[in-house]
């Protein structure tokens, strides 16, 4: 019965292929798994930002299924470096998106295209072994090396002189005294000597 089915086609198409099949959806859930296990498991408690948590989840599904379907027609691994260009000039017009996000970005689209891409030559014990790497460096970074999160904000300052080097920690103790947040550092990101105010960026533990 499932050869018969296997052989028939309709328009020169198989309608079914069962051993390709049975390959995308062990490949798919493989992919999911280890996504969802980045993103829900070690980014979602540390960042709790709901926006990026769809954006990793539906770009990773989105990028298996157009690298494995595409990679029937040979197009190797030219064509997994160049979704990294495509990522590497892309940026979001409404926001600035955060080094860090753009870290998980690059890591759910590089786990995308080796799921999808990878030859038969290549194990499932060696697919299952690259991501494991991957999961055990991203926590280990995430709790072990660089434990708790860190948030960071904008805000005008008026003592435009502590903005020198060498009030450096004295601007710093100003910030968390007048903030009431733990401030780690700043940026001073613009200067307005005009009206002596200038513009920082504040990085704190929330």
Do not use: H
């Not at 052989?7 to 996504?35: A, C, G, P, S, Y």
């Not at 940026?91 to 891409?117: C, D, G, H, S």
Request: glycine share 4%; net charge neutral; hydrophobic share 50%.
């Amino acid at each position: 019965m499932v050869e018969l089915i296997e052989n028939f086609r309709f328009l020169d198409i198989k309608l079914i292929d069962v051993e390709d099949t049975l390959m995308l959806l062990v490949r798919f859930l493989l992919d999911f798994v280890v996504t969802y296990a980045i993103v829900r498991g070690i980014y979602y408690p540390q960042r709790k930002q709901k926006e990026y948590f769809f954006t990793f989840i539906g770009l990773n599904t989105l990028i298996f299924f157009v690298c494995y379907l595409m990679s029937s027609v040979d197009l190797g691994l030219g064509f997994g470096f160049g979704l990294f260009g495509l990522f590497a000039i892309m940026r979001y017009r409404t926001t600035t998106v955060p080094v860090k996000e753009m870290t998980y970005l690059f890591t759910i689209v590089a786990i995308a295209v080796v799921n999808a891409i990878s030859t038969k030559k290549i194990s499932y014990a060696e697919l299952v072994i690259t991501n494991l790497a991957i999961i055990s460096i991203i926590y280990f970074l995430e709790k072990v090396w660089f434990p708790g999160q860190q948030s960071e904000g904008m805000l005008t300052y008026e003592k435009i002189q502590n903005i020198k080097p060498v009030n450096r920690e004295i601007m710093l103790t100003d910030l968390r005294e007048r903030t009431g947040l733990d401030v780690e550092s700043f940026d001073v990101v613009y200067v307005d000597f005009l009206n002596d105010t200038a513009k920082v960026k504040i990085y704190y533990k929330s």
